[in-house]
């Protein structure tokens, strides 16, 4: 079973910097597509960014594109998301996700993703 456990999330102001981590219980991590996800009440989740087993190849949400940076730690067995010049419109619950063996790499699809964690708010006030 495929266990992630999102960390890192608060509050900052617009303009700040917060980083988000997501340590997998999972034997597998190293061969899976890792991707990160956000969702707004009343609003569908909406893809950030992914990233290659091997960190060969990254996509990223039009929205976040040029501000935030996914990153993986095989060795860890941990995914990251650096998020810069913070606005207000990022405020949501951030998910960490993870794909099945084989499944199309990098994407922003949620469809793409079966193991989800229990997600962390990030709240940027203006």
């Known amino acids: 079973q495929v266990q992630l456990v999102e960390s890192g999330g608060g509050s900052v102001q617009a303009g700040g910097s917060l980083s988000l981590s997501c340590l997998a219980s999972?034997?597998?991590?190293?061969?899976?597509?890792m991707g990160w996800f956000r969702q707004v009440p009343g609003k569908e989740r909406e893809g950030v960014a992914s990233?290659?087993?091997?960190?060969?190849?990254?996509a990223y949400g039009n929205s976040v594109l040029g501000r935030f940076t996914i990153s993986r730690d095989n060795a860890r067995n941990t995914l990251y998301l650096q998020m810069n010049s913070l606005k207000p419109e990022d405020t949501a619950v951030y998910y960490c996700?993870?794909?099945?063996?084989?499944?199309?790499?990098?994407?922003?699809?949620?469809?793409?993703?079966?193991?989800w964690g229990q997600g962390t708010q990030v709240t940027v006030s203006s």
């Open positions: 999972d034997y597998g991590y190293s061969s899976r597509c």
């Open positions: 990233i290659t087993p091997s960190s060969s190849s990254t």
């Open positions: 996700a993870a794909g099945r063996l084989g499944v199309v790499c990098p994407s922003v699809r949620n469809t793409q993703f079966t193991y």
